[in-house]
Nanobody, 124 residues
Framework: QVPLVESGGGLVQAGGSLRLSCAAS????????TGWFRQVSGKEREGVSW????????KYADFVKGRFTISRDNARNTVYLQMNSLKPEDTAVYYC?????????????????WGQGTQVTVSS
């Protein structure tokens, strides 16, 4: 098991920023590919961004490109999602996920470990 704990969510006005953190404990986090997903009640969980274990590769969903930045600090066993220029449609529960294998990283089924999620609400 790789316990993951997200933090940093909250309520922000449109155009504002938040930084989400995903802290891991236990096994060496620097071996894991990590992703951020989000989910709105009644809708499927969708991928937001992914980062390789060594940070040499990052990818973003089209709807966050240019606004969100994923990064990681393996010394702190933490992955971050900096979210700028937030829009009301970014409102969702945000989850981090981790896996040892690169099976594409785009879909929830590509990951083995999940956090509990953190709520992000963007008001208009």
């Amino acid at each position: 098991q790789v316990p993951l704990v997200e933090s940093g969510g909250g309520l922000v006005q449109a155009g504002g920023s938040l930084r989400l953190s995903c802290a891991a404990s236990g096994r060496a986090f620097n071996s894991f590919f990590t992703g951020w997903f989000r989910q709105v009640s009644g809708k499927e969980r969708e991928g937001v961004s992914w980062i390789s274990s060594s940070s040499d590769s990052t990818k973003y969903a089209d709807f966050v490109k240019g606004r969100f930045t994923i990064s990681r600090d393996n010394a702190r066993n933490t992955v971050y999602l900096q979210m700028n220029s937030l829009k009301p449609e970014d409102t969702a529960v945000y989850y981090c996920a981790a896996t040892l294998l690169d099976n594409g990283l785009k879909y929830p089924q590509d990951y083995d470990y999940w956090g509990q999620g953190t709520q992000v609400t963007v008001s208009s």
